[in-house]
């Protein structure tokens, strides 16, 4: 029996990443996870765009970079409209 089948997996996860962060409301490094929300920025032709992350104990806020100082012309356009349909503001 000869067994050449080649199998491709994508593994994408299921939600964004928790991390591991100094929380000035805190005073020490806590748990943040994500919101799901976006900060999207323009500034001239350049866009920023952030995720919102919150501490899981005091909900304070840090935003994590996604893109800096981006045409948005460069950012998949998929990925661009979903970012605007997410800002949180
Ligand atoms: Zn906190």
């Known amino acids: 029996m000869c067994s050449n089948r080649k199998y491709e997996y994508r593994i994408e996860p299921a939600a ?3 991390i591991l ?3 000035a409301g805190c005073g020490r490094k806590t748990e943040y996870c994500s919101t799901g929300n976006f900060r999207v920025n ?3 032709r350049k ?5 919102i ?4 104990k005091c909900r304070h806020t ?11 012309t460069t950012i998949p ?4 409209e979903a970012s605007l349909a997410f800002d949180g503001e």
Not at 47 to 51: E, R
Not at 77 to 80: A, I, L, R, S, T
């Open 16 to 18: 964004a990443f928790e």
């Open 21 to 23: 962060r100094y929380c």
């Open 42 to 44: 323009a500034n001239g």
């Open 47 to 51: 866009v920023d765009v952030w995720l």
């Open 53 to 56: 992350y919150q501490c899981k």
């Open 62 to 72: 840090c935003n994590l970079t996604v893109y800096e100082r981006r045409n948005p």
């Open 77 to 80: 356009q998929k990925e661009y």
